[in-house]
């Protein structure tokens, strides 16, 4: 059993049954989460004897980094890969006083947003809360920033669940990771430096904000619901009525702590005038700020981007409105690392990587590994129509 991902409370048990005083799971999690132990062994305040039988039926498993980028601006992603070889990516963003670690929470994704490569790669399966949680560990360890640094000296000072997958289809696991990560002996990270990213998932929203507490991210790409079903099918479950009305009702919701709208600037799509005008419109009364999001294209992308000088007379019909509204400049496009890339790059690899292997075999034995790699696809199709509540096969 990975230690990694359980909650103090499953430590504590844990111990129990092997004879272990309570005092001890508290022991256990600093050295994993405060201190950023590797092994067992490191743990010089357990007895030898302990740290002995915890080795015997126990691990401290990260994500493995099967690569690791660092682009020409500083941001660095991480190819990671878990206990069934499966991968995901993570990326870190650096700034000047503080950075954002950005996690991932499925591999693959449910959606099919249609400006996003990563949407484009199915849902393979949902990541558990260790695998979230083994992210930001991950990210710790390529910096170096252990023991656990105050708020002010923390280079990796935020969380943000913008990687790959809807966080709110894989709400228990991200929850879980959340406690972990804000646990206040451990990893530290205070609940408003975690944003959480969604496409629009209005049953889970208030959840997100009684159980999680954390700051809400919503990507929302258009201010009608004709131009947001085209681009994102998710707002054909969920129209924008029903999302706003859930944003209004936010748990904590309020000037001191806007809900952030993401909004990708499309060519021709969303990006004009009228459509600023109809942001203005739809979101009275709502304490938000937008982040205006150049598109970053990818090979056989359906779009354009905007012009810098469309996004910024957009920027400024929302500004004269009285809306915060910035220009996200794109950060590490040269490793693919910015908004809506993720792991296309290590996808499209393993692709050819795979396209050569076949080649080279007999046909019998290219028949066999096409056929096992279709029942794969199935498995994984049934259980992406499992998470989205639809039954396998339809």
Wanted: hydrophobic share 40%; proline share 5%.
């Amino acid at each position: 059993m990975n230690l990694i991902g359980l909650t103090r409370a499953d430590l504590t048990t844990l111990l129990a049954e092997m004879g272990e005083k309570p005092y001890r799971a508290k022991q256990l999690w600093h050295w994993i989460y405060f201190r950023g132990a590797r092994t067992f062994e490191e743990m010089s305040t357990l007895s030898r004897d302990l740290r002995r039988r915890l080795a015997e039926i126990h691990t401290l498993e990260r994500p493995r980094v099967a690569r690791e980028q660092t682009s020409t601006d500083g941001t660095r992603k991480w190819l990671l890969a878990f206990s069934d070889n499966r991968e995901a990516e993570a990326v870190h963003i650096p700034e000047d006083d503080r950075g954002a670690v950005c996690v991932s929470s499925q591999v693959g994704c449910t959606l099919t947003c249609r400006f996003c490569h990563t949407g484009t790669q199915m849902l393979v399966r949902n990541l558990e809360p260790g695998e979230i949680v083994g992210q930001f560990l991950v990210a710790r360890d390529s910096y170096g920033e252990w023991p656990t640094p105050t708020d002010e000296t923390r280079r990796l000072s935020n969380v943000v669940l913008m990687g790959m997958g809807e966080p709110l289809f894989n709400v228990d696991n991200v929850a879980r990771a959340v406690s972990i990560l804000t646990d206040g002996e451990g990893l530290a990270l205070s609940r408003r430096r975690i944003t959480l990213s969604t496409a629009g998932v209005v049953p889970m929203i208030e959840r997100c904000g009684h159980e999680m507490g954390v700051n809400l991210a919503v990507s929302l790409h258009a201010a009608t619901d004709a131009v947001r079903s085209e681009i994102m099918p998710i707002n054909r479950k969920y129209p924008l009525d029903q999302l706003m009305a859930a944003l209004r009702a936010y748990p904590g919701v309020s000037n001191a702590r806007r809900i952030t709208l993401e909004y990708v600037m499309l060519k021709g799509i969303n990006d004009s005038p009228a459509d600023a005008r109809a942001l203005v419109h739809l979101v009275r009364g709502l304490p938000c700020k937008f982040n205006l999001i150049p598109f970053n294209p990818w090979p056989g992308a359906p779009y354009d981007g905007s012009s810098m000088r469309t996004i910024e007379r957009f920027a400024d019909i929302l500004a004269d409105a009285g809306l915060t509204a910035p220009v996200r400049m794109p950060r590490g496009r040269d490793i693919l690392a910015a908004c809506g890339q993720l792991r296309s790059d290590s996808q499209r690899e393993r692709l050819q990587g795979y396209r050569a292997r076949l080649a080279a075999m007999s046909p019998e034995a290219r028949a066999a590994e096409e056929a096992a790699h279709a029942r794969a696809r199935t498995r994984a199709s049934d259980e992406a129509r499992a998470v989205l509540g639809a039954a396998p096969g339809a």
